[in-house]
């Protein structure tokens, strides 16, 4: 029996399924590349505490560079760096910067700024807008699926899955 979950799923895997590889192969969205010391960088370079707390898609600078876990983050000013330092964890987006429809399927796929939601104070990201339509048709239900599936593909690499 199809639920509306299941319908949905399949309709966002077609949209899906043209998406650019992601090329993270752990739990960090990192498919932007790196920085000139060779760390990944997340977030498309996008300021997270800009996105996470005014909803803006403010270009972040690598003058303003916070690296955490590994990954780097760019800002858009030495406040919004220094706030990110203090507390990491508050602006990061969930599932590591990928999809959170796509991770509900069991996929990792690139998480995009201009697609994004903020839930109970968590910044979620979506591939682009026809998948970001589709969430917004079920966002309880595809948060509670992403949750439940995440901790079986976090260290899983993309192209695995």
């Known amino acids: ?10 309709t966002a895997l077609a949209m899906i399924s043209l998406a650019a590889p992601v090329l993270a192969e752990d739990e960090y969205n990192v498919s932007t590349g790196a ?17 996470s707390t005014l909803g803006a898609v403010a270009r972040g600078d690598a003058t303003h560079v916070v690296v955490h876990d590994g990954v780097a983050y760019y800002f858009a000013s030495d406040l919004s760096a220094e706030t990110f330092a203090a507390d990491p964890e508050a602006f990061m987006p969930q599932y590591g910067g990928f999809c959170a429809f796509a991770v509900a ?29 589709k969430y917004q048709e079920d966002p309880e239900g595809t948060l509670k699926k992403a949750e439940e599936t995440w901790p079986s593909i ?8």
């Open 154 to 161: 976090q260290h899983v690499a993309a192209d695995s899955l």
């Open 1 to 10: 029996m199809f639920t509306r979950f299941t319908s949905a799923a399949f």
């Open 35 to 51: 920085t000139l010391d060779g760390v990944p960088l997340a977030l498309r370079g996008v300021d997270t505490v800009a996105l």
């Open 105 to 133: 399927l069991g996929k990792k796929l690139d998480g995009d700024p201009r697609y994004a939601d903020i839930v109970d104070g968590k910044l979620y990201l979506f591939v682009n807008a026809a998948v970001f339509a």
